[in-house]
């Protein structure tokens, strides 16, 4: 069965600090891959998706991942954190035992940024 | 917000009762899927429903339940309930290549406790 790895439980970070979160899938074949936030108190929601093409991919409020195949990794980064993007973040993969129809999800990075 | 909406939010049973939860999807969407994020973990799927039949099971036992109906609401069902099924249950829906494109659009769960 495939799995996903986030290497960050916890990160606390500073106000203007450069974010960098670690994710590894572990399935060798085609795969898309997400990132999904989870604000305090609010519904999980779609940061940013990669299908095919450019391996560097940009979603909204200034975040970017860059897909590494020969790595397996899919990170995510953010040249300079808010205190607004305090939330948890989760690594999604799908394809593989369930296909396309499920989400195989990392056990997510809480961010806390500090003003 | 997503338009996909949950009930219970919260709720608590007994070791051996029974829970039934439920969703409704956001307009348009036909699919929906289940997921279980237990404390500190990323969401698991559980099964998927797409006109009204499972469409996809992830590693649940069969005390693990659904219903899709006419409107593309949809109920999970656990049975004889344990202390590990303790956990925030998701419902997400999509449109059906939404489960190729990972597009889900979560609702914000209804956390069960088992005693």
């Known amino acids: 069965a495939q799995s996903v790895s986030q290497h960050n439980h916890h990160v606390i970070l500073s106000e203007a600090a450069s974010l960098e979160l670690g994710c590894n899938y572990s399935y060798g074949g085609t795969v898309n891959l997400f990132w999904y936030v989870q604000y305090p108190g609010q519904h999980l929601q779609l940061l940013l998706k990669?299908?095919?093409?450019?391996?560097l991919v940009k979603g909204i409020k200034g975040f970017e991942a860059e897909f590494i195949k020969s790595k397996f990794s899919f990170n995510l980064r953010k040249p300079s954190v808010q205190w607004s993007d305090t939330a948890e973040y989760f690594c999604a993969v799908n394809g593989g035992d369930t296909g396309r129809r499920a989400l195989t999800f990392g056990s997510g990075t809480r961010l806390q940024v500090q003003p | 917000e997503t338009g996909v909406t949950q009930s219970p939010t919260h709720l608590i049973k007994t070791r051996g009762q029974q829970v039934t939860l439920r969703c409704s999807s956001q307009?348009?969407?036909?699919?929906v899927s289940w997921y279980q994020q237990a404390l500190g973990q990323g969401p698991q799927f559980i099964f998927q429903y797409y006109r009204e039949e499972e469409n996809g099971r992830g590693n649940f036992p069969p005390r693990f339940s659904g219903l899709q109906f006419p409107n593309y609401s949809s109920e999970l069902n656990v049975n004889a309930l344990e202390l590990d099924d303790s956990a925030l249950y998701l419902c997400a829906s999509s449109l059906p290549s939404g489960g190729a494109t990972g597009e889900l659009f979560f609702g914000e769960g209804s956390r069960l406790t088992v005693l």
């Open positions: 307009s348009g969407h036909n699919t």
């Open positions: 990669y299908f095919s093409g450019d391996p």
